[in-house]
């Protein structure tokens, strides 16, 4: 199975803070990447698929980025509904697993 | 407006089964694979299995194979999953998911666009 890291798995942060968040897979994925948002008590919530591709109905500040084995979730300006916790899935091949997530609360 | 509402999920011994199931509406439900991911209290989630648009076709994750059958009634607009074998590591929230890729088949295209509220499933004595 492909491994997924993600880094940092926490991270405090201020309203209007550009945020990065990585991802990494144990394989080269092409550009089979997804991100999701999980809010407390909600279902994930897409966000961008195909590593790059912005989900209809979300907002444009958030971007992907990357290819291959090494890929980027931005947020360029945080906004107050954006605390939650944010997980890669890889597409490449079954299983598709995901990364163990990381949080972004309020600083 | 797509809905996927799932249903099944309860409190059951270990060695026990149970058969979750999803209805699914607001999109035309045999043209598009469906999945099945879970998510243990307080942790990640963790990818469970799929199925083709049809069904000819299933994928599992090593730990639920020869345990979990996904299946699927295109004439019902309905996705189950049949768990058996259960262990206390199965308890989780077991979430029924929509793919985004509309060709059918379960590829590297595949997103997941639309997930149900869950259903949950505790394994335990």
């Known amino acids: 199975d492909i491994q997924m890291t993600q880094s940092p798995s926490s991270l405090s942060a201020s309203i209007g803070d550009r945020v990065t968040i990585t991802c990494r897979a144990s394989?080269?994925?092409?550009?089979?990447l997804n991100w999701y948002q999980q809010k407390p008590r909600k279902a994930p919530n897409l966000l961008i698929y195909?590593?790059?591709s912005l989900q209809s109905g979300v907002p444009s500040r958030f971007s992907g980025s990357g290819s291959g084995s090494d890929f980027t979730l931005t947020i360029s300006s945080l906004q107050p509904e954006d605390f939650a916790t944010y997980y890669c899935q890889q597409s490449y091949t079954t299983p598709f697993t995901f990364g163990p997530g990381t949080k972004v609360d309020i600083k | 407006e797509v809905q996927l509402v799932e249903s099944g999920g309860g409190l059951v011994q270990p060695g026990g089964s149970l058969r979750l199931s999803c209805s699914a509406s607001?999109?035309?439900?045999?043209?598009?694979?469906m999945h099945w991911v879970r998510q243990a209290p307080g942790k990640g989630l963790e990818y469970v299995s799929a199925i083709s648009s049809n069904g000819g076709r299933t994928y599992y994750a090593d730990s639920m194979k020869g345990r979990f059958t996904i299946s699927r009634d295109n004439s019902k607009n309905t996705l189950y999953l049949q768990m058996s074998s259960l262990k206390a590591e199965d308890t989780a929230l077991y979430y029924c998911i929509k793919d985004g890729a509309i060709d059918g088949a379960v590829t590297a295209t595949t997103y997941f666009d639309y997930w149900g509220q869950g259903t949950l499933v505790t394994v335990s004595s």
């Open positions: 195909a590593a790059s």
């Open positions: 394989q080269t994925i092409s550009s089979y």
């Open positions: 607001g999109f035309t439900f045999s043209n598009f694979p």
